[in-house]
């Protein structure tokens, strides 16, 4: 049985549901000894509305979930994170967070590529060209290195739109689960991708978005650390048990390491 969760998000975002506490009797009612809280990053001079939540609200988060870890301390670790995209701009106030104790750890989670003016120009979940793909392993790459991040979230999130693998897929695949062993960085298998159900991607490519055989089998291969993520953004999440049944089975079929605890990793000053 899942005895942690290191991917929660909170109501903040604008795309989930219930409150921080509600989350927390779930988890402890499914048996949970740990559960981490990994809202969208919310940033400064940065809005995308109904992705993540308002700067200003980033000290209510804080509060509140540094208020259930005291509450509930005697029956679970509450850890308090984000899931943070690669955007080097921000790389120095990810470091600010972590550095400064706001909060313990950072996840990636690729899903655009922004620029120099702030502007998101690239949206993962639709790959379009070899360059697309490309620009999805690089950002990876140099947000793992930077040594801010504890764990890559859906790192196959960029299969999301690729029906049928061509040599340059399998290169990224490789690369990226490559330098995952090298920096001994988990990979999620992410829950929530199962729970939405198989989806026709393409003409007639038939699986969820993500998680993908084409990544986990040779993540299984190649013995990199996993660890299975509910990308929850609703309480029941926590607990729907089919989802997680075909999660287990993925990680059987692909052979997969998995491991029930993460390692929270803190950038050198
Ligand atoms: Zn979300
Ligand atoms: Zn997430």
Known sequence: MLKSNFHTHTFRCGHASGSDEEYVLEALGAGFVELGFSDHIMLPGFKQENLRGDYALSEDYFASIRSLEKKYA???????????????????????????????????GNHYQMNEEKKIVNYFS?????????????????????????????????????AEPDKDVKKVIEDMIGVCIDLDIPLEVNTAGIRNGIKMIGNGVKRYLYPTDEFFSLAGKMGAKCIFGLDAHAPDQISNEESMDQAIFFARKNNLRIIDKLEFKKPKE
């Open 74 to 108: 005697d029956r679970m670790k509450i850890h308090l994170g984000f899931e943070a995209e690669s955007f080097p701009l921000y790389f120095p106030y990810y470091q600010e967070l972590l550095l400064g104790g706001k909060i313990d750890y950072l996840i990636l």
């Open 126 to 162: 639709k790959i379009k060209s070899a360059a697309d793909l490309y620009n999805y392993r690089d950002l990876a790459l140099s947000a793992l290195q930077t040594g801010l991040f504890s764990c890559f979230a859906h790192p196959d999130y960029f299969m999301s739109s690729i």
